[in-house]
Each structure stands twice: as structure tokens, then as C-alpha cells.
């Protein structure tokens, strides 16, 4: 991953040498032993083996958390070998941290699962620098001259702070275009959409909050035959419903701020990637290893690095990760039953219910992973995840009613967590955007976006029936 030749002394190379072999071993333990674990098995100890903990951390059974800006090195052939990047070393935690090591690395085996060819991870202080920092190694590079057009291709269904990325920051200050696409099960939409020009497609799926979705293989092989590549922000789904790769997509970028750490201690993001990307960039680190390539050149000059305490926690939430899934799944779907039943409310939208119109295609994508080794499946299983949104009958003034008479159900621009979570996306996620914005993403002012938690589904339901039934008697 070296932007620059340097001269190898002998003393490097003994380093060099030392380090590939240490290289080697961890692919064989990749290969031989992690790859061959169950998901589970995977989100609970990721790259962290035994071997590790009692030569490199005296033993500890969780993983390190390094609050340290850098590493000492034994002396100058170490550091001229390590600083330019020619063996594995962390040097300065803006550029690499063993903490957001471990975190990288099970979400390169999460995402990659099931997946035959090799991903790796980026770790980045948020979900937006993910998206950031996926987006601009394909827009910023200019083949011929800073003058020459770009676009690129998203889904207008998507998250506001995306919105806002691609149409204000990339669109209105660079003067990069963002060619919305409607309706994203249009193929021929996105086919259209497609010149010279343009350098990614991306999409969000499920969308936050209108539940969006589309083909995902299909979307990437028509990508792949324009030689262009597939960008998914599947934060929504998580790995352990959705994994993009395994589907075509590209690079999946993750807001780990929501239910990937579900206990919602803070905010942290990550950018996972297959290795040999489709690209028509001309930059040969950039097609063979994206993720490392973006964490070691521009990530290392623009610094959205990840705090390593922040690693350490969101890692700690992940490793129940598919059993939180199930379970928050199966409450919201009770959950949005009973919502679609209620005399004041005009519909309800979420993927697993029968009657949504991208039920179909979305059963086709969403499955709990490993449901067919479950004592208690043993075949497999859809699950829609814990996001849903329902519209109150009566408008805006009512729809607050309701919202500002939820007791155990927080009212918080926030989702992904342990405990239920609502909010109006009108008046806050998707208040910037304006009107026109919301339009064109589809957001009624009387939305109500709700994220069912690990509560009793029944305390939940109790509390919508008193907030709803409260808002009529007003
Ligand atoms: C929250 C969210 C983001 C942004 O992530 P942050 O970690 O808040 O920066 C991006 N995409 C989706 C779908 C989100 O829900």
C-alpha cells in the first residue's frame, strides 16, 4: 500500500521477512479456522484468537483497548519499514489502532460471510465519514482535467444526512452531479441515468425511514457492465440479514452508530469492501484492496479515524448481533400487525408485512442468517430487521399528539437500539432538506418513524394504544 518507492535496507528487510510470516499465518488461521465458523461463532470473537491474547495481551479474553496515539518501534529499520506501510505495525491511531484492528476485522468476516472472495473493513468516526470516504476516491480522481464533468447515481429514498452529503456538499459546493434515481426497482432508470461520465452507483436498502429496496445483484451486474461500482449503505439491515457483497455490490458502508452497537454508547461508522472492485478509476490500490487503500492514503490525510474505545464497544454489541436481530424482527412485526389494524392509522410501512409492494422482492433478499442451523428454524427464515414507519390519520398537528404521548417509547432522532425509538422525520432527520426534498423522497409530515427495541413487544404495542387513543380524545 506504498504511495512512494523507498530503499530497503537489510535491516528492513529482516522485518519485512518476520512480518510476512506472521502474515501468512493469519491468512492460514483466516482460511483453515474463521472462515469455517458459523456467524455467531464470528461476531463473538472475530480475528482475536487465544494465540493472541496470551503472546501480544497477557491473556486478556476481550479485546485490547489501546488508548494510545502511537507505537514505539525497536529502532530506525522498524520504523522506516513500518512507516512506509511494508509490514503490519499501527504506527499512529489516526492511521491504524490494534483496537479498531479487531473491530475492522470482524466486520470484514461479517459482511464477507458466505461470500467466496476476500473483503476487508475501513473503521471511520461515523456513518457520514463512511459515506464520505467511500464516495470520493471515485468522484475526486479526474482523468483528464478538474473541469470535466462527473455524476454519479443514488437513490433518492435515503437517509437525510446522505441527502444533504450528496446534494448540497457534493452537488451544489463541487458541482458533482447526483442523478436521483425514483424508483429504484426501475432498472431501466438506473440504466438511463448511466453516461461516461459517471463514476458509482449507490444505493440504500432497506431505505431510512420509507423501507426502499431494490435487486441488488441485478443493480450490480448492470453497474459491473458499465465497468462502474456498486456502492450499498445496508445499515439497516445489518449483516445479519443482508450481506451486499455476496449479491454483486461493491462496498457496503455502515452506520455501526445504530444497530450494530445497539446499546448506543456513540457514533461510529465502517467502510467494507470486496477486493478486485469494478472501477473506472485508473488507480491500482484503489481496484485490489479499496478498504485498505482508503484507510492508508486518503483516511490517513483527511482523518475520520475511529476512536479505539468506540471500536471496543460497538465490537462488544456486535457479538449478539444475530440473536438481537431475530428477536427485535419478530417484535416489530408484531408490532406493525397491530399497528395496521388501528382504526387511526392511514398505513403502515414495513417490509415483512404481506401486503407492502416490495414484500416480494425484499423476501427475497432478507434472510436471518444461519436460520437453517438454528435448533429452533432449522430452514430458512426471513426477517425484516427493527425498522418500521406508520402514518397517523389527520395530519401533522395529530401526528404530534400522538408522538408527544409516548411514555416508554423515547422520542430521539435515532434508531438501531435495545430500546424503542421514534421520531418525526419531517421536523427532524429530514427537516433540512425542506419540502421539495421530502417530496421527493417521500416523507409525509404525518410519519411516524419507529424502531421496536428488545422490550416485551406487548409494552410497546400498550404504549402505542395509550399515545394514539390519548391523541383522538385531545
Ligand atoms: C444514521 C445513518 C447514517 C449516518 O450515520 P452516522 O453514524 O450517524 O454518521 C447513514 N445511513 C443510514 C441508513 C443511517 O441510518
Same mark, same amino acid.
Given at each position: 500500500?506504498? +504511495?512512494?518507492?523507498?530503499?530497503?535496507?537489510?535491516?528492513?528487510?529482516?522485518?519485512?521477512?518476520?512480518?510476512?510470516?506472521?502474515?501468512?499465518?493469519?491468512?492460514?488461521?483466516?482460511?483453515?479456522?474463521?472462515?469455517?465458523?458459523?456467524? /455467531?461463532?464470528?461476531?463473538?470473537?472475530? !480475528?482475536?484468537?487465544? $494465540? @493472541?491474547?496470551? =503472546?501480544?495481551? &497477557?491473556?486478556?479474553?476481550?479485546?485490547?483497548?489501546?488508548?494510545?496515539?502511537? &507505537?514505539?518501534?525497536? +529502532?530506525?529499520?522498524?520504523?522506516?519499514?513500518?512507516?512506509?506501510?511494508?509490514?503490519?505495525?499501527?504506527?499512529?491511531?489516526?492511521?491504524?489502532?490494534?483496537?479498531?484492528?479487531?473491530?475492522?476485522?470482524?466486520?470484514?468476516?461479517?459482511?464477507?460471510?458466505?461470500?467466496?472472495?476476500?473483503?476487508?473493513?475501513?473503521?471511520?468516526?461515523?456513518?457520514?465519514?463512511?459515506?464520505?470516504?467511500?464516495? $470520493?476516491?471515485?468522484? !475526486?480522481?479526474?482523468?483528464? /482535467?478538474?473541469?470535466?464533468?462527473?455524476?454519479?447515481?443514488?437513490?433518492? &429514498?435515503?437517509?437525510?444526512?446522505?441527502?444533504?452529503?450528496?446534494?448540497?456538499?457534493?452537488?451544489?459546493?463541487? +458541482?458533482?452531479?447526483?442523478?436521483?434515481?425514483?424508483?429504484?426497482?426501475?432498472?431501466?432508470?438506473?440504466?438511463?441515468?448511466?453516461?461516461?461520465?459517471?463514476?458509482?452507483?449507490?444505493?440504500?436498502?432497506?431505505?431510512?425511514? #420509507? $423501507?426502499?429496496?431494490?435487486?441488488? &445483484?441485478?443493480?450490480?451486474?448492470?453497474?459491473?457492465?458499465?465497468?462502474?461500482?456498486?456502492?450499498? @449503505?445496508?445499515?439497516?439491515?445489518?449483516?445479519?440479514?443482508?450481506?451486499?457483497?455476496?449479491?454483486?455490490? +461493491?462496498?457496503?458502508?455502515?452506520?455501526?452508530?445504530?444497530?450494530?452497537?445497539?446499546?448506543?454508547?456513540?457514533?461510529?461508522?465502517?467502510?467494507?469492501?470486496?477486493?478486485?472492485?469494478?472501477?473506472?478509476?485508473?488507480?491500482?490500490?484503489?481496484?485490489?484492496?479499496?478498504?485498505?487503500?482508503?484507510?492508508? !492514503?486518503?483516511?490517513?490525510?483527511?482523518?475520520?479515524?475511529?476512536?479505539?474505545? #468506540?471500536?471496543?464497544?460497538?465490537?462488544?454489541?456486535?457479538?449478539?448481533?444475530?440473536?438481537?436481530?431475530?428477536?427485535?424482527?419478530?417484535?416489530?412485526?408484531?408490532?406493525? =400487525?397491530?399497528? =395496521?389494524?388501528?382504526?387511526?392509522?392511514?398505513?403502515?410501512?414495513? *417490509?415483512?408485512?404481506?401486503?407492502?409492494?416490495?414484500?416480494? *422482492?425484499?423476501?427475497?433478499?432478507?434472510?436471518?442468517?444461519?436460520?437453517?442451523? @438454528?435448533? *429452533?428454524?432449522?430452514?430458512?427464515?426471513?426477517?425484516?430487521?427493527?425498522?418500521?414507519?406508520?402514518?397517523?390519520?389527520?395530519?401533522?398537528?395529530?401526528?404530534?399528539?400522538?408522538?408527544?404521548?409516548?411514555?416508554?417509547?423515547?422520542?430521539?432522532?435515532?434508531?438501531?437500539?435495545?430500546?424503542?425509538?421514534?421520531?418525526?422525520?419531517?421536523?427532524?432527520?429530514? #427537516? $433540512?432538506?425542506?419540502?421539495?426534498?421530502?417530496?421527493?423522497?417521500?416523507?409525509?409530515?404525518? !410519519?411516524?418513524?419507529?424502531?421496536?427495541?428488545?422490550?416485551?413487544?406487548?409494552?410497546?404495542?400498550?404504549?402505542?394504544?395509550?399515545?394514539?387513543?390519548?391523541?383522538?380524545?385531545?
Amino acid at each position: 500500500m506504498a +504511495d512512494r518507492d523507498v530503499e530497503i535496507t537489510p535491516g528492513m528487510q529482516r522485518y519485512i521477512d518476520r512480518n510476512d510470516e506472521y502474515l501468512a499465518r493469519r491468512a492460514g488461521y483466516i482460511r483453515d479456522v474463521v472462515k469455517k465458523w458459523r456467524f /455467531d461463532t464470528i461476531a463473538v470473537h472475530g !480475528l482475536y484468537s487465544v $494465540q @493472541d491474547a496470551i =503472546e501480544d495481551y &497477557q491473556g486478556s479474553i476481550i479485546e485490547p483497548i489501546f488508548m494510545s496515539t502511537s &507505537q514505539a518501534f525497536r +529502532d530506525s529499520d522498524e520504523m522506516a519499514a513500518a512507516l512506509a506501510y511494508l509490514i503490519p505495525s499501527w504506527t499512529y491511531s489516526r492511521i491504524a489502532n490494534p483496537s479498531t484492528y479487531y473491530y475492522e476485522w470482524a466486520l470484514a468476516l461479517l459482511e464477507g460471510y458466505g461470500f467466496d472472495g476476500e473483503t476487508s473493513c475501513c473503521s471511520t468516526s461515523s456513518g457520514m465519514a463512511a459515506i464520505m470516504t467511500a464516495v $470520493q476516491p471515485f468522484l !475526486l480522481h479526474t482523468r483528464h /482535467d478538474v473541469h470535466e464533468p462527473r455524476n454519479f447515481l443514488a437513490t433518492a &429514498q435515503c437517509y437525510g444526512g446522505t441527502f444533504q452529503q450528496f446534494s448540497v456538499r457534493l452537488q451544489q459546493e463541487r +458541482d458533482i452531479e447526483c442523478r436521483w434515481i425514483q424508483d429504484p426497482t426501475d432498472l431501466d432508470e438506473w440504466a438511463r441515468k448511466i453516461d461516461r461520465h459517471t463514476r458509482f452507483l449507490y444505493g440504500e436498502l432497506p431505505s431510512n425511514p #420509507q $423501507q426502499g429496496f431494490f435487486d441488488v &445483484q441485478a443493480v450490480a451486474d448492470l453497474a459491473h457492465t458499465h465497468g462502474l461500482p456498486l456502492i450499498v @449503505d445496508s445499515t439497516i439491515a445489518t449483516p445479519a440479514l443482508l450481506r451486499p457483497i455476496r449479491h454483486g455490490a +461493491d462496498i457496503v458502508v455502515q452506520s455501526a452508530s445504530k444497530t450494530l452497537s445497539s446499546s448506543g454508547f456513540g457514533i461510529c461508522g465502517a467502510v467494507i469492501a470486496r477486493k478486485g472492485l469494478v472501477t473506472n478509476v485508473p488507480i491500482d490500490a484503489l481496484r485490489e484492496d479499496f478498504a485498505l487503500y482508503i484507510k492508508y !492514503l486518503p483516511n490517513r490525510d483527511y482523518g475520520p479515524n475511529l476512536h479505539p474505545l #468506540q471500536a471496543i464497544m460497538t465490537l462488544n454489541d456486535m457479538r449478539t448481533l444475530r440473536s438481537k436481530m431475530d428477536l427485535m424482527s419478530r417484535s416489530t412485526m408484531k408490532v406493525s =400487525e397491530w399497528l =395496521e389494524r388501528h382504526p387511526m392509522v392511514e398505513r403502515v410501512e414495513y *417490509l415483512g408485512l404481506p401486503d407492502h409492494p416490495l414484500h416480494g *422482492l425484499a423476501s427475497r433478499y432478507l434472510w436471518l442468517v444461519d436460520a437453517e442451523h @438454528d435448533d *429452533l428454524y432449522g430452514k430458512p427464515v426471513n426477517r425484516y430487521g427493527h425498522l418500521m414507519s406508520f402514518c397517523v390519520k389527520g395530519g401533522a398537528g395529530t401526528t404530534r399528539k400522538v408522538f408527544d404521548g409516548l411514555e416508554r417509547i423515547w422520542r430521539a432522532t435515532d434508531l438501531g437500539r435495545i430500546k424503542s425509538v421514534a421520531t418525526i422525520p419531517a421536523i427532524s432527520t429530514h #427537516q $433540512q432538506q425542506g419540502e421539495a426534498g421530502r417530496k421527493l423522497a417521500g416523507i409525509p409530515p404525518n !410519519l411516524i418513524r419507529l424502531c421496536v427495541g428488545a422490550e416485551h413487544p406487548d409494552d410497546i404495542i400498550a404504549d402505542l394504544d395509550r399515545a394514539l387513543l390519548g391523541a383522538q380524545k385531545k
